[in-house]
Nanobody, 124 residues
Framework: QVQLVESGGGLVQAGGSLSLSCAAS????????MGWFRQAPGKEREFVAA????????YYSDSAKGRFTLSRANAKNTVSLQMNSLKPEDTAVYSC?????????????????WGQGTQVTVSS
């Protein structure tokens, strides 16, 4: 089992920035990817970004590209999502996820473990 603990999130005005972190613990030796998904009220969960823990390769959704940066933090098995130029449509519950298989995946069904989620609210 892998446990994922998220931190960060909160309320910010449009145009502002927020940072989310996710720390993985437990049987992390098989974890290859860590990613972020988000789910707004009444909408399906959608892919935001993913990073390869061993190589640092990153992948982003079109909505995140250019505004969000996902990186590996100094602490092992910890990743940070820096979100800049936030928009009201970025409002959602953001969840961290871990995947033990190749290749990179953008579907929630392809991830093995999930964090509890953290609320991000962007006011206009």
């Amino acid at each position: 089992q892998v446990q994922l603990v998220e931190s960060g999130g909160g309320l910010v005005q449009a145009g502002g920035s927020l940072s989310l972190s996710c720390a993985a613990s437990g049987r992390t030796f098989s974890t290859k990817w860590m990613g972020w998904f988000r789910q707004a009220p009444g909408k399906e969960r959608e892919f935001v970004a993913a990073v390869l823990l061993s190589g640092g390769n990153t992948y982003y959704s079109d909505s995140a590209k250019g505004r969000f940066t996902l990186s590996r933090a100094n602490a092992k098995n910890t990743v940070s999502l820096q979100m800049n130029s936030l928009k009201p449509e970025d409002t959602a519950v953001y969840s961290c996820a871990a995947r033990s298989s190749w290749p990179v995946a953008r579907s929630p069904a392809d991830y093995d473990y999930w964090g509890q989620g953290t609320q991000v609210t962007v006011s206009s």
